[in-house]
């Protein structure tokens, strides 16, 4: 009877279960999906989207809802695959379609996105999200004309869109056209008045140049229009940090802790000011407050312990990675913090060896991939650290510091298109540095693209006319369109600047043997030698001149002088 009675029950329930309708179970939880949503529950969000995918797999819009909750939890990739199949499955919504679009852009799939941005600007010619998805692309395949003119056409389409103002001045920033680039973020700011990111933008462009008081004016103006948003306040602490204007910086940091009184990060940045301005009893207590925080143990710990390690305390330092590596074992924090401690003190495999665990810990995590790559490169081990650089940019396609090493080694294996690639990603990533924009214009150099390095060149020039390695590369470029007299000033301004600029010196010198000024040349080396006389670059530099001008004698007395100073050079040899 009872038996029977538990089959009658098991029959019921997959009547009752056969029963739903499917269009309507699917419907039911996509809105659950969709009220986790609102409630802030990512996580439960994706589970009710995946229940209805499982229901019906070709459901456009719970891929898209499954999309968008991913990229709220910062699972790109995950997102990425959700809005390509949403947009598949929806080709008719411009919202899917861009999403699809700008999840491409960031993977650097710039000709897949470049396909769905003419798909949306072909269906509507007037589309400004397609033709900035479009310009984005272009610009991303260094096709910069052509994003140029798209941005015009968006603009022309819907002349009050302010961030297609900003996207032509992302774009003329990278032709190396700030003026225009400046022109475009005032068009955005005329549109909308009281945009932060136009201000923003616009302030970080010009601090580059070195127009410091404009760029102070703009930031205090967005400050103004919203006095505790994070995004002014945060970037006015920086200026103030990166321009030696310490105690200025306080205030901002301390508008953006009170403001989020429950997150972790403005507490951390107010940490780090005191600790950089040697309140340690401040910033120490700070940081144990944030430490007791769930969420704020690893970051809080990281900073003691890179405080202590700066500070001459390091047993307390490695204890205290130590401590949160037991702690988080899943967190790569820990093991990054030691894996730098380690290196510090050129324990390079133990190094590794951490730094490894910090890529276990999480795959996904950049900059445990940046930290091997920098260890490989300090054990000599260029094709490793080329792997390494490379996977931290394919997990954050914008991450700057790793495109720009992956860009010297591309460089130096003479793979020059990759490395304008990865260069020119660097410069956008890292418009403030100088490094980045000459690898650039070294790799342009190295593919014979010399009218685009000469671009490239003249920001460089207004950034940093100091150094020295600037001034050769100017001098380069001059050569190599035929004007050795520009080319011979530049050359003599870098070793002016830096006396030991041994390409400087090395081009002089053929410059003096073209014109039959062999005396000249050996003067100017043998200046060098007798400024530097434990420098094996300029006394190999003599050895070659001398066996130029046939003086076998003085060439054998360099070589000599290069082995006492470095008894294992092969060359010299």
Known sequence: MKRSLFVLVLITVAVAACGKDPDVEKQRLLASGNDYVTQGKLSEATIEFRKALQIDSRFGEAHY?????????????????????????????????????????????????????????????????????????????????????????????????DNAYTNMAAIQLAMGNPAKAETAFRNALQIAPRSIEARVGLANMLWAQGRLADAEQLLKEAIGIEPTGSLANRTLATFYLSTGRIADAEAPLKVVAEAHKDAVAPRLALADYYLVSKRENEGIRLLESVAARPDGLAPAYARLADYEYRTKRQPSAHARVDKLMTAEPKNPLGFLMKAAFLTTEGKLDEALAKAKAAASADPRQPRAQYAVGMIELSRRNPEAAAAAFAEAVKLRPRFGVASLELAKLRLQEGRGQEAVERAADAVRDLPASPEARYVLVRALMHGGERERAQRELQPLLAQAPGLARVQTLAGLLAMQAGNRDAGRKAFEQALRLEPG???????LVGLDLEAGRAADARRRVEARVASAPKDAASAAMAARLYETLGLAKEAEAAWQRILQLNPNSVSAY
């Not at 379609?97 to 509507?124: P, T």
């Not at 692309?137 to 941005?151: F, S, T, Y």
């Not at 600029?501 to 081009?507: M, Q």
């Open 501 to 507: 600029e041994a390409e400087a010196l090395s081009a």
């Open 65 to 161: 809802r499954l999309g968008l909750a991913y990229d709220g939890l910062r699972d790109r990739p995950s997102a990425m695959r959700e809005f390509l199949l949403a947009s598949d499955l929806m080709p008719d919504r411009d919202d899917v379609q861009l999403k699809a679009g700008q999840s491409l852009l960031f993977a650097r799939r710039f000709e897949e996105a470049r396909k769905i941005g003419n798909r949306m600007v072909d269906r509507n010619p007037r589309s400004v999200d397609g033709q900035l998805l479009l310009a984005n692309a272009l610009a991303g395949m260094n096709q910069l004309d052509a994003a140029a003119a798209q941005v015009e056409e968006a603009i022309q389409a819907e002349p009050a869109r």
